[in-house]
């Protein structure tokens, strides 16, 4: 008789899953929990019927949430469903900060001897509507057009003819669930006022495929440039056909920087832009894709200045190494929804802003143009940048 595998074989992918399983449950425990004691249960001595439905509705929140996100961001895409599981990690992730926070204070008036229901009442109402408005505030945040954040940057490098060029980054626009068409149109009417001469989009375009997307993605045609457009791939596009977006990147006008690069000149210097994959696309087992930045430099004057787009923030250890002038990456959001920037900073070298690697290189991360799930911005706002690159000089860290 045939062997069917190794003994056990079998038994190990149903451990690993409920292993998978008993973590996501965890942690859903751990973000659920301090909300329901501080607002209901710390002492707050509520009318029972609050406190039952306080705790019916973060159990419903608990157990439909992985039901939802499988729903939303696996094989079926249903984007209701990622819709309400997105807001609703939104919301818990923000009741869990402030919870957090008002426990703490709870403990320090304890200890000044404020006791009693009173005390307990008072910071779950505070709790209560600080999360409320601060989600009120970051879905506004969220869903308007992205500020203009305009920065110099010096390459030593950069040739005379080239001093002031005036380079646009998008970055992250994730089109999502949330139909943004009109958000993208007007993104771009923005990047047309600023009359750029090089566009680049850093990467994350949407969640989801080209034809899911291809409305929101539209108006990224209509965008002007004198230069060149460019673009690279995220991590996001790994999930949703990445050479799919190549391609509708392309037959929307821009130029994919797939491990490539090209050159632009004017007043006769020149700069190469230089685009490498995400880091993430190795491990996607897609032929043909994966960060090479020899093969984005190969046949490059080294005596150029080089502008390289890669998606995130931490490939310019190699940006360095090969004495790139200035790396643009995104994917961080800024952090997105304070403080998870703590928690990106744990990933990334940088969260956002202006920084310098080496002697030579600076990197440019930007907090991106859209947002990834939850649709809020909390103490982290979205942006269009604005880089002029200047001739000579150096750049400080901003």
Do not use: C
């Not at 249903?78 to 709870?106: C, K, N, P």
């Not at 490098?157 to 992250?172: E, I, M, P, Y």
């Not at 304070?338 to 080496?358: E, K, T």
């Not at 991106?368 to 911005?377: D, E, H, K, L, Q």
Request: hydrophobic share 45%; charged share 20%.
């Amino acid at each position: 008789m045939a062997s069917g595998g190794p003994p056990g074989g079998s038994a190990r992918p149903r451990r690993s899953l409920g292993r998978r399983l008993a973590v996501v449950v965890l942690v859903l425990v751990v973000l659920g929990l301090p909300p329901w004691w501080t607002l209901f249960a710390a002492g707050a001595d509520w009318p029972f019927p609050v406190l039952l439905v306080g705790t019916v509705v973060l159990a419903a929140w608990l157990v439909s949430f992985p039901f939802l996100m499988v729903a939303g961001h696996g094989p079926r895409r249903a984007d209701r469903a990622a819709r309400v599981a997105d807001t609703g990690l939104g919301v818990i992730w923000v009741l869990f900060t402030w919870s957090v926070l008002g426990g703490l204070v709870d403990l320090v008036l304890i200890g000044f001897g404020a006791g009693g229901a009173g005390r307990a009442r008072i910071v779950a109402v505070a709790v209560a509507a600080v999360s409320a408005g601060l989600l009120a505030w970051g879905h506004y945040e969220a869903m308007r057009v992205p500020r203009v954040k305009r920065l110099e940057v010096r390459l030593p490098r950069l040739g005379q003819g080239l001093d002031g060029t005036r380079v646009v980054v998008l970055a992250d626009t994730h089109y999502g669930p949330i139909d943004r068409a009109d958000w993208s149109a007007r993104v771009a009417e923005a990047v047309n006022a600023l009359d750029a001469d090089v566009v680049v989009h850093a990467g994350d375009i949407a969640d989801g495929t080209p034809v899911q997307r291809r409305e929101q993605s539209a108006p990224l045609g209509t965008v002007r440039s004198r230069l060149a457009k460019v673009y690279v791939t995220g991590n996001h596009e790994y999930g949703g056909e990445a050479q799919g977006w190549l391609d509708r990147m392309a037959d929307l006008g821009w130029e994919p920087l797939h491990n490539r690069h090209v050159v632009v000149e004017r007043g006769g210097d020149a700069l190469v832009l230089a685009g490498v994959d995400d880091v993430t696309a190795e491990s996607s087992g897609l032929a043909g894709h994966r960060a090479n930045l020899l093969d984005a430099l190969a046949g490059t004057d080294p005596d150029r200045p080089v502008l390289l787009v890669a998606h995130q923030p931490k490939f310019v250890p190699q940006a360095a190494a090969a004495g790139i002038d200035l790396q643009i990456s995104g994917h961080t959001h800024g952090g997105q929804i304070w403080p998870f920037n703590f928690l990106v900073r744990l990933d990334q070298p940088v969260v956002h802003g202006l920084s310098r690697h080496g002697e030579r290189t600076q990197l440019y991360t930007s907090r991106g143009t859209g947002f990834w799930g939850p649709p809020f911005r909390v103490f982290a706002p979205s942006e269009i940048t604005l880089l002029t690159l200047r001739a000579g000089g150096s750049s400080p860290a901003a």
